[in-house]
């Protein structure tokens, strides 16, 4: 395909979700202030898209989650988007390695009036990962992995290790634009989305798939998984 006709493939994208969002979804400042405080601070415009996002949500609630943990806030867009799922009484634990992102995101979490739902971690989810499982909290409904790539398999694990029977497992960018097949990338995001894949095929206990998606991010897709721990 060439330049043009990616172009042209992309405005498609572009308006179908521009046309969803606009019938489907109810209008949210939370929402929309994230995104602008975002990108005044000069954030990588990466989150989830609207459509995405809104997915992400709707999974929360079919699976009546009532804990939610995020690795990888960056701005708190996706955060937002999951914690509106809650109950009243629900949580949300979101880690997020840069203290400057996580600075933007507690103004965003702030604003959209969700203080008391979302708990912000700063750190590596290497290390803040085997504090909250020192915690010895309730197990989490589910995980949205959207931190760095490379660490995607043992952010697996840590989603399988702090999970339930029936929790479910979502992970961001596992397609990148087909890249994920290209078996000798030495790209380490593919090489560790990959792992991360490997890892899931590769899990007795878990049952998943890859939802393939086009929209205003692109061609990418995620991978969606239930935690089923035999007894
Ligand atoms: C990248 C990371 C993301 O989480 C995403 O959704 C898109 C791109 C990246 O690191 O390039
Ligand atoms: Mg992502």
Not at 60 to 85: C, D, K, N, P, V
Not at 121 to 147: K, T
Not at 183 to 197: M, Q, W
Request: proline residues 4%; contains cysteine.
């Amino acid at each position: 395909m060439d330049r043009a006709d990616h172009a042209a493939e992309q405005n498609t994208w572009n308006d179908v979700d521009d046309y969803v969002t606009g019938l489907l979804h109810s209008p949210d400042i939370g929402l929309e202030r994230a995104i602008a405080i975002s990108d005044q601070y000069g954030l990588p415009s990466i989150q989830v898209s609207a459509t995405l996002g809104k997915l992400l949500n709707l999974l929360a609630q079919i699976s009546r989650a009532h804990r939610i943990l995020e690795i990888g806030t960056l701005g708190g867009y996706s955060t937002i988007w999951l914690a509106r799922a809650l109950p009243q009484d629900g949580r949300l634990i979101t880690i997020e390695l840069e203290p400057r992102n996580a600075r933007v995101a507690r103004s965003a979490i702030d604003t959209a009036g969700l203080a008391d739902r979302v708990d912000l971690r700063i750190g590596a989810a290497v290390d803040v990962l085997p504090e909250i499982e020192s915690e010895s909290v309730a197990p989490f409904d589910m995980v949205f992995i959207d931190a760095d790539k490379e660490n995607g398999a043992a952010y697996l694990e840590w989603a399988v290790k702090l999970s339930r029977t029936g929790s479910l497992i979502v992970i961001d960018n596992v397609v990148r634009a087909g890249a994920i097949t290209e078996e000798n990338s030495d790209d380490p995001k593919v090489i560790g989305s990959r792992a991360a894949l490997d890892c899931l095929g590769a899990h007795p206990e878990i049952d998943s798939t890859v939802i393939q998606t086009v929209g205003a991010k692109g061609y990418d897709g995620f991978a969606i998984a239930v935690v089923e721990r035999l007894p």
